[in-house]
């Protein structure tokens, strides 16, 4: 079963597809969409939905799993990733394609065993289980595989 696993964000989005046949685990491909910093707000959001669009149109996931909108301090900054997120679930609903939502903390649970691991202990326990030479990048890709392989150990 395939898993397409997205970090969402309104300047990048990262996305990670994996492969699921028991417990084997092996990355399709990752990456990240990019917005231009100079694109209004809707036109980035239209390159999300081509973006996502064309991921689902190659790779053809079974599922999707996105991380949930971590709200800090930039409360503003979480209802933009929050309308980014929307664009994602609206292009797999319209393929028909199941999508779960996961906590940051249940994803680093996941995937490093530690619900408090840093970021850099996550990238390299994605690395070791996609058994992969190098950490994914850009980061966000990183962190879109480590969704991916968190839906999949859900499943």
Sequence with gaps: MKILGIDPGTLIAGY???EK??????????????????????????????????LITIYKPDHMAVEEVFFGKNFKAAIKIGEGR????????????????????????????????????????????LGLPEIPQPEDASDALAIAICHGHRL
């Design 86 to 129: 929307g664009i994602i679930f609206l292009c797999a609903a319209m393929a028909n394609i199941p999508i779960a939502e996961y906590a940051a903390r249940v994803v680093k649970k996941a995937v490093a065993g530690n619900g408090n691991a840093h970021k850099g202990k996550v990238q390299e326990m994605v690395k070791a289980i």
């Design 16 to 18: 990670g597809v994996i």
């Design 21 to 54: 046949s028991g417990a084997e685990i092996k990355a399709v491909a990752y990456g990240s969409i990019k917005t231009g910093k100079n694109q209004n707000f809707p036109e980035r959001l239209k390159t999300i939905y081509t973006g996502v669009t064309e």
